[in-house]
């Protein structure tokens, strides 16, 4: 072999691992949701594969330095991380016209510079909170049936949904005809959050599962 060909593969070769090196600029874009006080910054990186919901700076602290840099603004209530997107939950008596640009800057540098996002062990510690809360525990014969089918549901039409407005809803319990479901991100807290709840989801559920008598929710 020439010295003219391995100078040409080693040029290659540093060619090919530079290029899988660069990453992509961080492209981010904000998108309003059904909560006046909440909106969705969307990037096009995965910041987290599943959810995460802070509603207090505490659990942020414990958790998420992303969550806690933002709780550290005065006008940061409730910060929602799923797959490519941070839902900002704002103080009502802040103005969006100032914060928007304000925000769309923070979480962009904050993304750019490659910084934790949340910390290992988060997912295994919400999924221990779950158990000790009942959330998703084991139904026996029937009822287990219509569980699945009722969850099945969920996933199928409402969650792909509500993650486009910047939220999440999650199946709790079923229980004596009562689904129990909790809301997160811009969900939590919405004005229309009732309506969608009781003309949407509970009206659709009532009609594919017959033994739903009505759907609750909670706050993540």
Not at 154 to 171: C, H, L, Q, R, S
Request: charged letters at 25%.
């Amino acid at each position: 072999m020439s010295f003219k060909i391995v100078l040409s593969l080693h040029i290659q070769l540093n060619t090919m691992e530079n290029t899988s090196t660069t990453k992509s600029p961080v492209m981010l874009y904000t998108e309003q949701t059904p909560n006046p006080e909440s909106l969705k910054y969307v990037t096009n990186r995965m910041l987290y594969k599943g959810t995460a919901d802070f509603r207090t700076a505490d659990l942020a602290k414990e958790w998420s330095p992303l969550a806690t840099s933002l709780f550290e603004l005065p006008y940061v209530k409730g910060v929602y991380i799923c797959n490519n997107f941070v839902t900002i939950t704002k103080e009502f008596n802040y103005s969006w016209d100032d914060l928007m640009l304000k925000l769309k800057e923070f979480i962009k540098s904050y993304v750019e510079e490659d910084k934790t996002i949340l910390n290992d062990g988060f997912e295994e510690a919400m999924r221990k909170i779950e158990e000790e809360n009942n959330i998703g525990y084991e139904y026996t014969g029937e009822e287990a049936e219509l569980v699945k089918k009722i969850k099945e549901l969920i996933d199928t039409y409402v969650k792909p949904a509500v993650e486009m407005d910047g939220g999440n809803i999650e199946f709790k319990s079923f229980d004596k005809g009562v689904v129990t479901v909790i809301l997160q991100g811009s969900c939590s807290g919405c004005p229309s959050s009732t309506v969608t709840l009781k003309s949407g989801i509970e009206g659709m559920l009532k009609r594919m599962v017959p033994e739903v008598t009505e759907v609750v929710s909670e706050m993540g």
